[in-house]
């Protein structure tokens, strides 16, 4: 089997069709024929002014020739089940998650 590939390539996307994520990664992902999740790196090189959505995706991807490559968009995050808590008392600050209290001093 061939080893992995260092590629780049360029992706336009149309005015509107994705738009810069305020936290976290893209939602996109590169995968191989048989589904299988890619390493790869995304950099937005372009927006559309003045909306500000992507227009230009440069990508950087190991990839293995015969096994193919495709660009999937996956789905958003699901909402947090419970907002995020800050309380302070004393020197202590309280950050509380929902699955996950923290306990830090000043």
Do not use: N
Request: aromatic residues 8%; charged residues 20%.
């Amino acid at each position: 089997m061939p080893a992995p590939w260092p590629v780049t390539f360029g992706l336009p996307l149309p005015s509107g069709a994705l738009w810069p994520p305020e936290a976290g990664p893209l939602p996109l992902r590169l995968v191989d024929a048989k589904g299988a999740q890619l390493p790869v790196q995304f950099e937005v090189t372009s927006l559309w002014a003045p909306e500000g959505s992507i227009r230009w995706l440069r990508v950087d991807a190991l990839v293995t020739p015969d096994k193919g490559c495709f660009l999937q968009a996956t789905p958003p995050a699901a909402p947090l089940s419970a907002p995020l808590r800050l309380a302070q008392k004393d020197d202590e600050v309280t950050i509380e998650t929902g699955p996950a209290r923290f306990l830090l001093g000043k």
